[in-house]
T-cell receptor
Framework: AQSVTQLDSQVPVFEEAPVELRCNYSSSVSVYLFWYVQYPNQGLQLLLKYLSGSTLVKGINGFEAEFNKSQTSFHLRKPSVHISDTAEYFCAVSENTGNQFYFGTGTSLTVIP | SQTIHQWPATLVQPVGSPLSLECTVEGTSNPNLYWYRQAAGRGLQLLFYSVGIGQISSEVPQNLSASRPQDRQFILSSKKLLLSDSGFYLC???????????FGQGTRLTVV
């Protein structure tokens, strides 16, 4: 069975500082990995995804993530955050042979002016 | 292009009343469909998913049920709402190639 752990429920960071949001997963088979962003009272928007190939994945809004199979991690990073990056971020995992799509508990990123 | 419609956007219902939330997808065929609930501090909990008409998989035993009467229609229902059913409900779809999921705008349900 799959599970997704987001280690930080809240992350405050100053504007223009770098940020890393952590995500670890557990699965007995190969997986697809995703990061989504959610603004208040809205649905989820895909930031980036790892399906195969290069372990460093670049997404929208300057975000990137690195798949580390040995550490079963998929941490999200941005070198310089903006006020507009304040939102909830979710990591998600899907096994490449299954239909379920599971999310972590989310990380609330607050960018401080 | 594909779109997903979810309604209503907000809903206030008394305890014990029935519930029906509808989700429809346009621009794709045979999608996998999903219902999630988001409660404060608990992330997104997968409630149901469906790989075809009439095929429903339940992830969490609860007061809710789901149905898929048509290929691109997914309905979340309850016969009698509980206070604990309050939350933000999200519908999503994905292709059968197991790629990313696409989400509707959600329904904010408050049970009073």
């Amino acid at each position: 069975a799959q599970s997704v752990t987001q280690l930080d429920s809240q992350v405050p960071v100053f504007e223009e500082a770098p940020v890393e949001l952590r995500c670890n997963y557990s699965s007995s088979v190969s997986v697809y990995l995703f990061w989504y962003v959610q603004y208040p009272n809205q649905g989820l928007q895909l930031l980036l995804k790892y399906l195969s190939g290069s372990t460093l994945v670049k997404g929208i809004n300057g975000f990137e993530a690195e798949f580390n199979k040995s550490q079963t991690s998929f941490h999200l990073r941005k070198p310089s955050v903006h006020i507009s990056d304040t939102a909830e971020y979710f990591c998600a995992v899907s096994e490449n042979t299954g239909n379920q799509f599971y999310f972590g508990t989310g990380t609330s990123l607050t960018v401080i002016p | 292009s594909q779109t997903i419609h979810q309604w209503p956007a907000t809903l206030v219902q008394p305890v014990g009343s029935p519930l029906s939330l509808e989700c429809t997808v346009e621009g794709t065929s045979n999608p996998n469909l999903y219902w999630y609930r988001q409660a404060a501090g608990r992330g997104l909990q997968l409630l149901f998913y469906s790989v075809g008409i009439g095929q429903i998989s339940s992830e969490v035993p609860q007061n809710l049920s789901a149905s898929r009467p048509q290929d691109r229609q997914f309905i979340l229902s309850s016969k009698k709402l509980l206070l604990s059913d309050s939350g933000f409900y999200l519908c999503a779809w994905r292709t059968r190639m197991n790629t990313e999921a696409f989400f509707g705008q959600g329904t904010r349900l408050t049970v009073v």
